[in-house]
């Protein structure tokens, strides 16, 4: 029997596996946080008299146990049993009795699930942080090591300039940066307590939401009852916008990767343990980590696509809709997490070519540096190109490669500004104790 249904009603079961779904495999995910938000409801109705303070305290010391059964894995929804709330509170109910029938006064499944999604997203989005932080991390290491190994620069593909390894990861540190900071105000969306806004409207039992606020460590609640119900699929599809930015940079990166290790370029190169084999070609070193990495992040760039489309042009109040945010959305945090992870394993481990510019096929990359020295020299610059192209036609032009490359600026080769981009990182890293 459902926490919902009545005595005299039933469901058929092809229409409860229907609206069920795969609701109950991401609910596992939440069953943690639905705790924490009945132990905060619970503490509050025992300190506004809707619970005395034996049976407040009786509940929550059930549901610290129940905790640490799901912290150890020893948690699971039953098969009769519909969701994860209802789950929690026949296992209370069948504990301390009467007392866990009292957990729902003033409380909706509705605010319940918004909760607990909430509280979910706030922990994913700081275990995101700290993925990308640490692979952050690494690129600023990268960057500093490698900074006086010199590579191709490319625009459309042809060569253009000089660049360097230096400027190549210290770009994705920077990206990251800019990728944190709409993590980081999807983590503030997230950050609002709901809970106490029952099923979109309210309650005329004397809640205290401020209270629940501060036991759940939410920045404010979400004033508004109506709007509390609003923030459900909106906090998922912002959140999905914060993951899809870092996600758009890992896939830039593996892109990246993957050219620099075919051998018509030949910049980089990985352990053999780290590469796949051909069934049939036997020198073939395969980069299916970063093709992988590139067609999982473009999936979870179309995350907040598919949820636009799930979601536009419902009107206010709770809809059945939204149970689907879940499927959409759950597994593509955990498969950014996983990319986050398998990217660093990869860069820790990346062999980079020295030397790379002295092949004769990469002279024309300084076709600028010789326009900036005549340049220097007193001509104008439009006379200075019209000299150097006409050597690159005539196929004359020459450029004297033991000679220093005069990039001194903020942001140039010889002037990475590491310190700088890690001073950003700092100031984004700060946005998510706010």
């Known amino acids: ?84 709330h209802s789950q929690v509170e026949f296992l209370l109910t069948e504990r301390i009795g009467d007392i866990g029938k009292k957990i729902h006064s003033g409380r909706s499944r509705n605010d319940q699930v918004a909760v607990d999604i909430k509280l979910y997203l706030r922990a994913e989005a700081l275990a995101i942080k700290d993925e990308v ?41 920077e990206s990251l940066v800019d990728d944190l900071e709409m993590l980081a105000a999807a983590y503030q969306v997230a950050n609002k307590n709901p809970l106490g806004s029952g099923a979109g409207y309210g309650s005329s039992f004397p809640l205290n939401r401020t209270r629940t606020t501060e036991i759940l460590g939410f920045a404010s609640p979400n004033y508004n009852s109506v709007y509390a119900q609003m923030t459900r699929g909106k906090t998922e599809k912002v959140v999905a916008m914060g993951i899809s930015c870092v996600a758009a940079t890992l896939s830039k990166l593996a892109m990246d990767c993957c050219l620099y290790m075919n051998q018509n370029f030949g910049f980089i190169s990985f352990p053999s343990e780290l590469t796949t084999g051909s069934s049939i070609m036997p020198h073939k070193k395969n980069p299916d980590v970063f093709e992988l990495i590139r067609a999982k992040c473009n999936r979870i760039q179309a995350t907040p696509n598919e949820l636009t489309l799930l979601l536009n042009n419902l009107p206010s109040g709770y809809h059945r809709d939204l149970q689907l945010t879940k499927e959409i959305l759950f597994p593509a945090i955990e498969e950014l997490k996983a990319c986050l992870q398998l990217c660093r394993l990869m860069l820790s481990n990346i062999e980079v070519k020295d030397n790379i510019l002295q092949d004769e096929k990469y002279k024309y990359l300084f076709t600028v540096e010789a326009v900036n020295e005549l340049v220097n020299q007193g001509i104008p610059f439009r006379e200075a190109y019209k000299q150097v192209g006409e050597q690159v036609e005539e196929g004359t032009f020459r450029f004297d490669l033991s000679k220093p490359l005069a990039h001194t600026h903020e942001g140039s080769i010889s002037r990475l500004c590491n310190e700088g981009i890690q001073a950003l990182m700092e100031g984004v890293l700060r946005k998510f104790n706010a």
């Open 133 to 173: 932080k640490a692979l952050f991390d690494l690129l600023i290491g990268q960057s500093e090591k490698y900074k006086s190994v010199l590579l191709p620069g490319y625009t459309h593909l042809q060569i253009a300039m000089p660049s360097s390894f230096g400027l190549w990861f210290g770009a994705y540190a």
């Open 1 to 84: 029997m459902k926490l919902w249904q009545k005595e005299s009603t039933s469901t058929s079961e092809l229409i409860e596996k229907f609206t069920v779904g795969r609701d109950k495999e991401f609910d596992l995910l939440l069953a943690k946080y639905d705790v924490q938000g009945s132990i905060a409801h619970v503490t509050m109705l025992g300190e506004v008299g809707l619970m005395t303070k034996e049976e407040s305290d009786t509940a929550v010391a059930a549901l610290q146990d129940i905790a640490k059964e799901i912290d150890k894995g020893q948690f699971s929804i039953a098969e009769n049993v519909e969701d994860v």
